[in-house]
């Protein structure tokens, strides 16, 4: 392992990050629960959205240019259920992406 590289760069970069989020929002938009939130709501933006504020929180500068969550998500109900339910879905698309 390289030490003086970024997690950003050791996990592989934007490639990764985007692999992620498809499989990722693939699984969120099929989803009979969680799809409901985002009907008609194009799918690459918001995976352009998540994959640009993870490089943000991943420490490259300007990557984000969007509504962060607690105020773009503050219009709906988001209970610990949606959430769990966001989680494993995450976590599947982290391990399908490898």
Same mark, same amino acid.
């Given at each position: 392992?390289?030490? /003086? *590289? %970024? !997690? $950003?760069?050791?996990?592989? &970069?934007?490639?990764?990050?985007?692999?992620?989020?498809?499989?990722? $929002?693939?699984? #969120? $938009?099929?989803?009979?629960?969680?799809?409901?939130?985002?009907? &008609?709501?194009? *799918?690459? $933006?918001?995976? @352009? *959205? *998540? %994959?640009?504020? /993870?490089?943000?929180?991943? =420490?490259?500068? =300007?990557?984000?240019? &969007? /509504?962060?969550?607690?105020? =773009?998500?503050?219009?709906?109900? !988001?209970?610990?259920? !949606?959430?769990? #339910? @966001?989680?494993?879905?995450? #976590?599947? +698309?982290?391990?399908? +992406? &490898?």
């Amino acid at each position: 392992m390289d030490r /003086t *590289q %970024t !997690l $950003y760069e050791r996990l592989g &970069g934007r490639p990764v990050l985007e692999r992620v989020h498809k499989i990722f $929002y693939d699984k #969120v $938009y099929a989803h009979p629960w969680l799809g409901q939130f985002f009907a &008609g709501v194009d *799918q690459a $933006y918001i995976e @352009r *959205q *998540q %994959t640009d504020l /993870t490089r943000q929180a991943m =420490g490259i500068a =300007g990557a984000f240019h &969007g /509504t962060y969550p607690i105020p =773009g998500h503050r219009h709906m109900y !988001l209970t610990k259920e !949606l959430f769990a #339910v @966001r989680t494993a879905l995450k #976590v599947e +698309a982290l391990r399908e +992406a &490898g």
